[in-house]
């Protein structure tokens, strides 16, 4: 466009998507839904002036750019990285493609114990970045992911799955462990006190999400975050602990490039408890007088796809003795992010394990304690290790179970 | 008069059909610290088709020409709906002073003035942070129900705050929203600037001056702050008739009313409603996107379960009427119950008399946490600015006390409101894929005898 001409940077991101959608509900489809969307992300920057929009055709940007003149200077500016060039990738799954054309093939998947709720997602999504610097990058992905809830009686079970091909058997692995949960029954009174509890990959997908966006660089410089007053290098968790943000993997949202033309990068947030990096663009990176990680967000940076590396012992032992698993949680809400204080609730199987076996399912406990004394206390982790991403920690991860020792929870 | 949508309907010839072209520009300033972080703008701008063959079927895109219906032969879990004759119409929110009447170098100027005065506030503690945000946004929908044609169109004025305050050896984080729909004279009603002064001088009186918290049996008295949360979340959640079948049972979850079989589940001065048609709330509408003509409805009267909140689909389940309680967040997103302007409705009483008989209370102006199960029985609020009632009288600041209990257990605690009634702006999420939609949450100042106040 020649009223880009005008500005000293820009940056054009066009995401086109396509999804079907398939909601189930008591082992049933209860909806169909196919959404096609397209629209442009637009930074426009002159000097220390920017705007950023979004659009859903380009012919819609010139009134945007008389706005840019009169804006006053901005304290923190986007910014988009000197790279020239065509860059192209392209990783797309068949069976996914297939799968959208057809929705009545979900039916004849939802044989279950149990009636079965959730939905199945498949996505095909392409992002172009075209910037002022001379970087045309184009790159199309395709995803598919699901989660279900089994209900029995007044007891349930959850699990998911995220990926990035058709895989039915990810669907039937999904129903089996969302079943097998659901199939604990027998209520147990757990009163507030000091637990040692096992979050399942499920919980640690909703707090590793939690995590992430307080490691952003944007969290940290307004002192939004428990990570804001740690130094690099810092111990801030257990030595078991390491979460890393994984774009450049096989994983659901995996991206080669940022919204700033750089190229994304896998690293660790948290190395083995040590505070490693935040997450950053180019701007952030400045303020903090550090170098971009690739995970722009003009303006605020985010996690692309997270991953909690693995521990060393089977799932099954880290049940021995007393202890309570969180099958799922929700509504994770911080009361202050500078502390990491919040409290979560559990969903689903709230199991009680004594001498290593499940003997009944809590009511709705909460955690309510600190993220860092989560962090601190992980005592061990899993070596298996599931994806997941589900409609309360959309940011997908791989994840092992954690026991975390002395976890404080209240309960209603 | 909607051709470009009856052109569309005619695609798609099936008994229930719902066309709708949904538009919304939005414009958003935020500063940090009394300096511009950014101005962004967001266009939304599609076209969507719902209709009923043997289960339900949605498609969106932002091309007309896209729309087309699939071939899939399912039987759904939705079999029949309550398909009464669509009201045509239209519905408006007035800007008295237009959005556009004042230009962004002006509204970022009035913005870094409130900053500047929050920022030089006569104050012990410290401000670390404080980033300002204001929205304005225009809904405009456009719907072809069968054959009725509806039009509405809703402009809002958002205000957001977080502050980060530390002082004693203590840190706040403290983030609210002040907004209403209409155009810029919102700014002036809201009374912005007397409320992040008077937030930021009661935050710091917490952190100077506050005590600790005795935990035990107390009588407490909540807000309108925490009455609306309440209500949103204790009984408009709970009350979505949808959730009560099971339509959200993997996503935004279940309900107490589908699992107890309870009509009394407040005392008798317990009255929740939801009412689409307040001026000036944040869900504000007349007509609902299935076509069905909007109204106040009475979700707890006296104590009671009164009236879910109804679709067409649900209502038919529940061999009732829909109650117009249909909505949708943007084009790419499907109609569903959702709640509008929820509050516990005020009673005769006034403040005043609500504490006079409290020997050893605390009244909960503001949460900085709350949380409840999937269920909407189980819940946590922890206040932000708390202060002790003694022997009736109002005084010092507390340190965080924690309110958790059952919402049944809340509700027929409550012995008495108070005859104020204040709306707060929320956003309520639901569905897959996920949407947010506008909402107002509030009511009166209420009493609470005898509740378990826990320490954190």
């Known amino acids: 466009m020649d009223a880009l001409k005008n500005v000293d940077q820009y940056a054009i991101l066009e995401i086109s998507s396509t999804s079907l959608v398939v909601k189930v509900v008591e082992s049933k489809v209860e909806a169909v839904q196919r959404l096609k969307d397209r629209y442009f992300n637009v930074l426009l920057r002159k000097g220390r002036k920017f705007l950023v929009t979004k659009v859903t055709s380009m012919d819609n940007l010139e009134g945007n750019l008389a706005i840019l003149d009169n804006l006053p200077d901005s304290k923190v500016v986007p910014s988009v990285l000197e790279r020239s060039g065509k860059f192209s990738f392209s990783k797309t799954d068949q069976g996914i493609m297939n799968f959208m054309g057809d929705a009545s093939r979900v039916a004849p998947l939802l044989n279950s114990r149990f009636p079965i709720y959730g939905t199945l997602t498949s996505t095909v999504i392409t992002k172009r970045l075209v910037t002022s610097s001379g970087f045309e990058g184009e790159e199309t992905r395709t995803w598919f992911q699901g989660y279900f809830r089994a209900k029995n009686g007044d007891y349930s079970g959850q699990w998911a799955f995220a990926s990035t091909d058709y895989d039915e058997r990810k669907i039937k692995a999904s129903l089996e462990r969302a079943e097998e949960f659901a199939s604990y029954t027998g209520k147990i009174d757990v009163s507030d006190g000091v637990y040692d509890v096992i979050l399942s990959p499920l919980t640690m997908g909703n707090l590793m999400m939690s995590t992430a966006y307080l490691a952003s660089g944007y969290s940290i410089i307004t002192g939004n975050s428990f990570l804001s007053n740690k130094r690099i290098g810092e111990q801030v968790a257990s030595e078991k602990f390491t979460l890393r943000d994984i774009p450049k993997g096989e994983e659901l949202n995996s991206w080669e490039f940022d919204d700033e033309a750089v190229p994304t990068m896998n690293k660790s947030i948290v190395e083995r408890g040590k505070y490693v990096s935040p997450l950053l663009n180019l701007e952030v990176a400045e303020v903090m007088d550090m170098k971009s990680t690739g995970n722009a967000g003009w303006v605020y940076p985010r996690p692309w796809t997270l991953e909690v590396s693995p521990g060393e012992v089977g799932e099954g032992s880290l049940m021995d003795g007393n202890v309570i698993l969180f099958n799922n949680n929700w509504y994770t809400r911080f009361q202050n992010r500078t502390e990491g204080q919040f409290s979560t609730v559990g969903r689903d199987a709230t199991l009680v394990i004594r001498n290593g076996k499940p003997v009944g399912v809590a009511g709705r406990v909460r955690i309510a304690d600190k993220l860092g004394n989560l962090l601190s206390n992980i005592y061990e982790l899993s070596k298996e290790r599931y994806s997941v991403a589900w409609w309360d920690a959309p940011l997908p991860g791989v994840y092992p179970y954690a026991l975390i020792k002395n976890v404080h929870l209240s309960k209603a | ?456």
């Open chain 2, 1 to 456: 008069m909607l051709d470009e949508l009856q052109k569309i309907r005619e695609k798609f010839p099936f008994r229930y059909v719902e066309v709708r072209k949904h538009v919304v520009n939005s414009r958003v300033i935020s500063l940090m610290n009394g300096e511009l972080l950014g101005v962004y703008g967001e266009e939304e701008k599609g076209y969507s088709v719902r209709y009923f063959n043997g289960s339900l079927f949605f498609t969106s895109s932002q091309d007309p020409e896209d729309l087309k219906p699939s071939g899939e032969v399912l039987e759904g879990w939705s079999k029949e709906l309550i398909d009464s004759e669509p009201s045509a119409g239209h519905y408006e929110v007035e800007e008295k002073a237009a959005l556009n009447s004042m230009g962004l170098k002006e509204k970022i100027q009035l913005l870094k003035e409130m900053s500047k005065e929050v920022l030089s506030s006569d104050i012990r503690s410290k401000i670390n942070n404080f980033v300002l945000t204001y929205s304005e946004s225009v809904e405009s929908k456009e719907l072809v129900v069968n054959e009725a044609e509806i039009t509405g169109r809703v402009p809002r004025v958002l205000i957001s705050y977080n502050i980060v305050m530390s002082g004693n050896g203590r840190t706040v984080n403290a983030w609210s929203e002040l907004g209403e729909s209409g155009g810029l004279e919102k700014l002036k009603d809201l009374k912005v600037q007397d409320h992040l002064l008077e937030r930021v001088k009661s935050l710091d009186e917490v952190l100077q001056r506050g005590k600790g918290v005795t935990p035990g049996k107390k009588d407490v008295v909540l807000s309108p702050v925490l009455s609306g949360i309440m209500a949103h979340e204790s009984v408009g959640h709970p009350f979505e008739a949808d959730r009560v079948l099971g339509r959200e049972f993997a996503q935004a979850g279940t309900s107490y009313l589908a699992v107890q079989e309870i009509r009394d589940v407040g005392s008798s001065v317990v009255n929740v409603a939801d009412d689409p048609t307040i001026t000036g709330s944040l869900g504000f509408y007349l007509i609902d996107d299935e076509g069905v003509r909007a109204r106040r409805k009475l979700l707890i009267k006296e104590g009671e379960v009164n009236e879910l909140l109804q679709d067409r689909f649900s209502a038919r389940k529940f061999n009732t009427t829909s109650n117009g309680s249909a909505r949708a967040s943007g084009y790419d997103r499907e109609p569903l119950v959702r709640m509008s302007n929820t509050f516990f409705v005020p009673g005769e009483m006034n403040l005043r008399e609500l504490m006079e008989d409290v020997k050893d209370g605390i009244y909960f102006k503001t949460y900085m946490e709350w949380n409840i199960d999937d269920m909407r029985l189980g819940q946590r609020y922890i206040a932000l600015e708390a202060y002790e009632i003694r022997d009736g009288e109002l005084g010092g600041p507390l340190l965080f006390p924690v309110l958790e209990g059952k919402t049944t257990d809340f509700l027929r605690a409550i012995d008495g409101v108070d005859d104020s009634l204040e709306l707060f702006p929320g956003t309520c999420g639901k569905g897959d894929p996920d949407q947010g939609i506008p909402v107002s949450m509030g009511g009166p100042n209420m009493r609470l005898r005898n509740v378990h106040i826990k320490v954190i």
